[in-house]
């Protein structure tokens, strides 16, 4: 049997190949050296973040059942926020990375800034990225993402609707479920 595409093409696909002579010529310990130079750099980092997203998932545990203490101390540091401002950050960032180890990637954090309609540009996003991820990891935790969010300075506005205190449990509940669901799920609430 041979081989064939399932769908029929508006041109057929463009195939390079290199001559028998330039293969020959070609210095093949270097292209190995280099592919497992890659191979290796790329595993590096894996292991790095697979052990930073361990440590932050256990991290973002001890957030949840000393939450209040956390509060406390993130208003030292960040006072023009409130602490519905920091609940509302928290559940921005759990939202984005639920599946990514509680790491915000690159990709998911220029995603983040489009859903907000942010103006600024991918080189402007990446500087700031990298202000805040200074161990290079690609990555940041929810500490570095706040201090990302204050540099960039986006409110996060809270809105009392009359009434509010009154069925505060039972909205933090709902927005604690919708949190912890699966994307399709927050998909179909609405939340994109």
Same mark, same amino acid.
């Given at each position: 049997m041979? *081989?064939?595409?399932?769908?029929?093409?508006?041109?057929?696909p463009?195939?390079?190949?290199?001559?028998d002579s330039?293969?020959?010529?070609?210095?093949?310990?270097?292209?190995?050296?280099?592919?497992?130079?890659?191979?290796?750099?790329?595993?590096?980092?894996?292991h790095?973040?697979?052990?930073?997203?361990?440590?932050?998932?256990?991290m973002f545990?001890?957030?949840r059942?000393?939450?209040?203490?956390?509060?406390?101390?993130?208003?030292?540091?960040?006072?023009?926020?409130?602490?519905?401002?920091?609940?509302?950050?928290?559940y921005?960032?759990?939202?984005?990375?639920?599946?990514?180890?509680?790491?915000?990637?690159?990709?998911?954090f220029?995603?983040?800034?489009?859903v907000?309609?942010?103006?600024?540009?991918?080189?402007?996003?990446?500087?700031?990225?990298?202000?805040?991820?200074?161990?290079?990891?690609?990555?940041?935790?929810?500490?570095?993402y706040?201090?990302?969010?204050?540099?960039?300075?986006?409110?996060t506005?809270?809105?009392?609707?009359p009434?509010?205190?009154?069925?505060?449990?039972?909205?933090m509940?709902?927005?604690?479920?919708? *949190?912890?669901?699966?994307?399709?799920?927050?998909?179909?609430?609405?939340?994109?």
């Amino acid at each position: 049997m041979g *081989s064939f595409l399932a769908f029929p093409l508006a041109k057929p696909p463009e195939i390079f190949d290199l001559p028998d002579s330039a293969l020959i010529e070609a210095d093949k310990e270097d292209v190995y050296a280099e592919c497992h130079a890659i191979n290796v750099k790329f595993c590096e980092t894996m292991h790095r973040q697979n052990m930073r997203s361990k440590k932050e998932v256990a991290m973002f545990y001890e957030y949840r059942r000393h939450w209040s203490e956390v509060v406390k101390k993130l208003q030292e540091k960040y006072p023009q926020w409130t602490s519905e401002d920091i609940l509302n950050l928290r559940y921005q960032f759990e939202v984005f990375v639920r599946d990514q180890g509680y790491l915000l990637h690159f990709a998911t954090f220029n995603e983040m800034l489009d859903v907000f309609q942010d103006a600024t540009s991918l080189e402007q996003r990446r500087a700031m990225f990298d202000s805040v991820d200074t161990c290079q990891y690609n990555a940041i935790n929810f500490e570095e993402y706040l201090q990302l969010m204050n540099n960039i300075n986006i409110g996060t506005p809270v809105p009392r609707p009359p009434g509010i205190e009154d069925d505060r449990d039972e909205i933090m509940n709902l927005v604690s479920d919708l *949190s912890e669901a699966h994307t399709f799920s927050q998909i179909c609430y609405g939340l994109f």
